[in-house]
Structure formats: structure tokens, C-alpha cells
T-cell receptor
Framework: DAGVIQSPRHEVTEMGQEVTLRCKPISGHNSLFWYRQTMMRGLELLIYFNNNVPIDDSGMPEDRFSAKMPNASFSTLKIQPSEPRDSAVYFC???????????FGSGTRLTVV | SQQGEEDPQALSIQEGENATMNCSYKTSINNLQWYRQNSGRGLVHLILIRSNEREKHSGRLRVTLDTSKKSSSLLITASRAADTASYFCATDSGGGADGLTFGKGTHLIIQP
């Protein structure tokens, strides 16, 4: 298995633009998580899907953020419009069970200028 | 919110020495996990300890858990330069729909 695959690895965009981050979880994993990592706040859970259904999106910072999981092998995190304070590394992780071991992707480093 | 808090924030030791990192948390847990993150990479799972376990070993790693003190420690024995990374504890509270909650990590530097 190639692990959790995220794209793009790096994204530089101008303030106000729409940004879409993509994630392919490990086949067979039924839980998918989006995290954001910054120096100031560490790792923050944004949203969690179980069997493609959003279970908890209380960590999504604002309405500018949205996430979808149209099928078991693909998820997107969209920011529209983007702002400089959204600059961070965004990680996707998947797990075969909510409380078990997570496998992380390599992350997307987002820079909003 | 941060559930786990690692201590120290940064640690620098000589190769061959042992490295100990601590984690404190606030609420009851189902399990506690330790992850490692190399610079510019994703987190990698190291070890999981359940709330009814007190100690667990995996290779050069030893993890302890004290639920009465709500704390855990990660010991890396005979450290190597390749162990240089950030180490995070993560807690699973088991209730509701929360994912793992991570601390801010300990940055470990092994001096060759």
C-alpha cells in the first residue's frame, strides 16, 4: 500500500483565492481525519469522517472551510476565500478504527500571500 | 484544545544516551499513543498503550502510563542521530466523536 496520499505537497496562493487539498486514504480504512499544524497551535483536528460521513466538524475554523468525502477513497478540504492566517501544514490521516492507530499523509504546506 | 502536553519542549543529548520525554493529559482516556515526526514529513505511529496497561516496550522504546497522575513517558534508549525528530503524544478519550488529540510535541536533537 502506498499509504495516505495527499496532494499537492506545496501550495502557494494569493489571498482571496480558492484552495483545494486532496487526500486518498489507505484502502479499507473507514475513518479519515483532517488536521492542521502550525507552530503556535500545534496539531488541530479540523474534521473527522467515518464511513464517508462527516461526524465532527467542530474544529473547522470558519465557514470558509469545507470538507467532503464523496467516496471511500477520496476526500477534499476546501478553503474559499483563503487568507494569510490559513497558512499551515494540512495533514490527512486514516484509520481502520477511531481509537486505533492513525496513518498520516506527508501533508500539504499551504502558504497564502 | 490540547489534551496532551509534552515536556520538555526541546531536548538535546549526545548519541548513545537515553532520552526521556513526558506527556500529561487532562481527561480520562481509552489509550495513549506516541508518534514521531521528521522535519517536513507526516507523523508516524510508534507505540500505543491502553489505559489498563502500565508499561510497554517496542525495540529501543519504552512507554509508561500512570492514569492516576494522567501522565505518560517515552524513553528512547541508546539514542542515535537518526532519532532526531519531534515526538508527540496523542490521547483517545473514547467518548463522543473526537479524533486523537495531540500535544505540541518534544523536539529531540541527538548530537553525533
Amino acid at each position: 500500500d502506498a499509504g495516505v496520499i495527499q496532494s499537492p505537497r506545496h501550495e502557494v496562493t494569493e489571498m482571496g483565492q480558492e484552495v483545494t487539498l486532496r487526500c486518498k486514504p489507505i484502502s479499507g480504512h473507514n475513518s479519515l481525519f483532517w488536521y492542521r499544524q502550525t507552530m503556535m497551535r500545534g496539531l488541530e483536528l479540523l474534521i473527522y469522517f467515518n464511513n464517508n460521513v462527516p461526524i465532527d466538524d467542530s474544529g473547522m475554523p470558519e465557514d470558509r472551510f469545507s470538507a467532503k468525502m464523496p467516496n471511500a477513497s477520496f476526500s477534499t478540504l476546501k478553503i474559499q476565500p483563503s487568507e494569510p492566517r490559513d497558512s499551515a501544514v494540512y495533514f490527512c490521516a486514516s484509520s481502520s478504527d477511531r481509537g486505533k492507530v492513525y496513518t498520516f499523509g506527508s501533508g500539504t504546506r499551504l502558504t497564502v500571500v | 484544545s490540547q489534551q496532551g502536553e509534552e515536556d520538555p519542549q526541546a531536548l538535546s543529548i549526545q548519541e548513545g544516551e537515553n532520552a526521556t520525554m513526558n506527556c500529561s493529559y487532562k481527561t480520562s482516556i481509552n489509550n495513549l499513543q506516541w508518534y514521531r515526526q521528521n522535519s517536513g514529513r507526516g507523523l508516524v505511529h510508534l507505540i500505543l498503550i491502553r489505559s489498563n496497561e502500565r508499561e510497554k516496550h517496542s525495540g529501543r522504546l519504552r512507554v509508561t502510563l500512570d492514569t492516576s497522575k494522567k501522565s505518560s513517558s517515552l524513553l528512547i534508549t541508546a539514542s542515535r542521530a537518526a532519532d532526531t525528530a519531534s515526538y508527540f503524544c496523542a490521547t483517545d478519550s473514547g467518548g463522543g466523536a473526537d479524533g486523537l488529540t495531540f500535544g505540541k510535541g518534544t523536539h529531540l536533537i541527538i548530537q553525533p
